[in-house]
């Protein structure tokens, strides 16, 4: 099956072409108002997991496992919009729950929030916050008991649960393994780029509804290198942790890998299911965490849950900036 | 000494004015030196060159060099110098996505330098012009050697020389590893550096060569041409640990030192 992405640009570490203040906006619709929708999404791949068509390709991981979804439970809260000075439009954004996997999948997004009477001008410090859920925290659709009980016992924000398997969807089973993480920490997000027009934040025009969301790129969590243009896609090291906790603990390998099975593979030295270097095609694979990552340990729970509190951008592929939190 | 006029500062700061009036600080004249730190938190004495690693073992450096720069020091986010208001619509690149695009630089190490992270003493790299404020972060550039760089590098990125010894093991060990040229593979970002620069005080870039070699599991090294000295080859987790060890921002430090 062949492994297609969409593709990419060159990366550019330079600064994109700066234009003089638009002051227009700024200035001269300082009475009128408009309104904001903010929705959420996990894109297509939040319903299908991979492999899967996108925009008439396939996309696949480039070591060949399946990967499906349960559950994948956020909660946001605090959508934020400020001026350059910093200043706030006053927006009240209360947490909310959600289930990415039981998004409409004809629209692909769920409502969060609206917002009336907020000035029409641009806002470009757009930002939120994935949060850990507590008591009363409303769910938008169904969310699981199950899944709630989970985040409140681990503290976490965000909360992923599905089965891969290394035969594809072989009903056999032979080499399927199923997987849960509850991410322990949560993100502030800020400096939102806007993905529908690659500036900053949003510009609420005046008089009518504009639509901001919020959107979860999930393939992060399984990218081998955050700085690369072509990052790879894989879930063989993930399920090698699952033996090699088990070994070392002297059990039977369960096949369900959690976040404490990824303590056991060391980034510098990942390994696959055969107990060998990890390889593709030959070559050694090393995972390179996303800049300013802080991996103090340097192991494969700590990088997907960096991974994870990275996962959400604005408006499609707009990326923000991650401020994460214990 | 010698001046480094960083026109890349006077530049960002001319355009920001006319969008960021009260964000822009004072052109003002710094020191820039680079130094070697040893191990944080050592279990037994440690310097640049002698420590053991989190792996055990007891390893000396004679030599270990990096080709470093450009450099770049940060504003914060809200001092962007430049405001994403243009159209230019550019299909973003999906890895390799730099945050720091964008952020005012108030300082710059325009030049690539050697690092000698077995240094006893910092080095002056002499002055250059830095704007005045407020930083929170800065990074560097792993490029090729070029020139006297690649002399003191051998044409690596860095280079390492010395030996290590675990429970009777001893591997003498030299050789070189280079990054690949893809996305942001070349560029160390999110070293923390908050601190407010102001004039006549000295920038210090230092790093930890420890660092470095920290993850090298020295037992898979192997002497191929029986020289007696294990080379560092690509494609093995000794050279992949040396690739993290320098691309991780702990490895390095940024502090400023207001003049008395």
Redesign the interface.
């Given at each position: 099956m062949p492994n297609r992405r969409?593709?990419?640009?060159?990366?550019?570490?330079?600064?994109?072409?700066?234009?003089?203040?638009?002051s227009a906006i700024a200035g001269c619709a300082a009475d009128e108002r408009g309104a904001v929708a903010v929705t959420i999404s996990g894109q297509s791949f939040a319903l299908t997991g991979w492999p899967a068509q996108d925009g008439g390709e396939t996309v696949a991981f480039d070591d060949g496992w399946t990967v499906r979804w349960d559950e994948i439970v956020v909660a946001v809260s605090d959508f934020t919009l400020a001026d350059?000075d910093?200043a706030l439009s006053g927006l009240d954004a209360p947490p909310i729950l959600i289930d990415l996997t039981k998004i409409d999948a004809s629209t692909l997004e769920a409502d969060l929030w609206r917002f009336e009477d907020v000035p029409a001008q641009?806002w470009?410090?757009v930002g939120y916050a994935v949060v850990r859920p507590e008591a009363g925290t409303r769910a938008a659709g169904e969310v699981s008991d199950e899944a709630i009980e989970a985040m409140r016992d681990a503290g976490a924000s965000m909360y992923f649960r599905g089965w891969a398997d290394a035969d594809g969807d072989d009903e056999t089973q032979a080499d399927r393994y199923s997987f849960a993480w509850a991410i322990p920490r949560w993100t502030l997000t800020?400096?939102c780029?806007n993905?529908a027009?690659?500036?900053?934040g949003l510009i609420v025009e005046p008089n009518q509804v504009n639509e901001a969301e919020i959107t979860f790129?999930l393939d992060h969590l399984f990218?081998d290198?955050?700085?690369?243009?072509?990052?790879r896609l894989l879930f063989e090291p993930l399920a090698a942790a699952s033996a090699m906790r088990a070994e070392a603990l002297g059990e039977d390998d369960d096949r369900h890998v959690t976040l404490e099975d990824l303590e056991y593979q060391?980034?510098?030295?990942l390994l696959d299911r055969q107990g060998q270097?990890l390889r593709l095609d030959g070559?050694?694979i090393?995972y390179?965490p996303?800049?300013?990552?802080?991996l103090?340990k340097?192991t494969l729970a700590e990088y997907l849950v960096d991974a994870a509190l990275s996962t959400g951008h604005f408006n499609g592929?707009g990326?923000c900036?991650y401020d994460l939190q214990d | 000494m010698t001046r480094r006029l960083s026109t890349l500062v006077l530049a960002i700061s001319s355009?920001a004015s006319?969008?960021?009036a009260g964000t822009g600080g004072a052109l003002v004249d710094i020191e820039i030196e680079l130094a070697a730190d040893p191990p944080q938190n050592a279990p037994t004495a440690a310097t640049s060159d002698r420590f053991e690693t989190r792996l055990g073992w007891q390893v000396v450096l004679e030599e270990a060099k990096l080709a470093l720069g450009p450099a770049f020091v940060w504003a914060p986010?809200?001092a962007?110098?430049?405001?994403?208001?243009?159209?230019?619509?550019?299909?973003?690149?999906?890895?390799?996505?730099?945050?720091?695009?964008?952020r005012r630089v108030r300082i710059e190490l325009a030049e690539q330098v050697v690092l000698d992270a077995l240094a006893a003493q910092p080095v002056s790299l002499g002055s250059v012009t830095a704007e005045a404020g407020p930083v929170d972060?800065a990074a560097v550039q792993l490029d090729p050697p070029r020139r006297q760089a690649a002399i003191e590098t051998h044409d690596h990125h860095v280079w390492l020389r010395g030996t290590a010894e675990r429970d009777g093991q001893q591997v003498t060990f030299a050789g070189g590893v280079d990054i690949e040229d893809?996305?942001?593979?070349r560029?160390v970002?999110?070293i923390a550096a908050r601190f407010e620069i102001v004039a006549s005080g000295t920038l210090t870039l230092a790093v930890t060569p420890s660092l470095w070699v920290d993850?090298i599991?020295f037992e898979r090294l192997r002497d191929e041409d029986g020289d007696g000295v294990a080379d560092l080859h690509p494609?093995?987790?000794p050279y992949?640990?040396v690739?993290?060890g320098v691309?991780d921002?702990?490895a390095y430090r940024v502090d400023f030192r207001a003049p008395d």
């Open positions: 969409a593709p990419v640009c060159a990366a550019s570490s330079a600064s994109a072409i700066a234009l003089a203040c638009i350059r910093g641009r470009p410090n800020s400096g780029q993905g027009d690659q500036t900053d790129h990218w290198n955050h700085d690369a243009e072509a990052p060391d980034l510098t030295d270097e070559d050694r090393v390179r996303r800049a300013g990552a802080q103090p340097g592929e990326h900036q | 355009l006319a969008c960021d986010e809200q962007r110098a430049q405001q994403r208001f243009g159209f230019v619509s550019v299909a973003r690149a999906h890895g390799g996505y730099d945050p720091f695009s964008g972060t893809d996305g942001l593979l560029r970002n999110g993850d599991r494609d093995t987790q992949d640990a690739f993290l691309s921002p702990g």
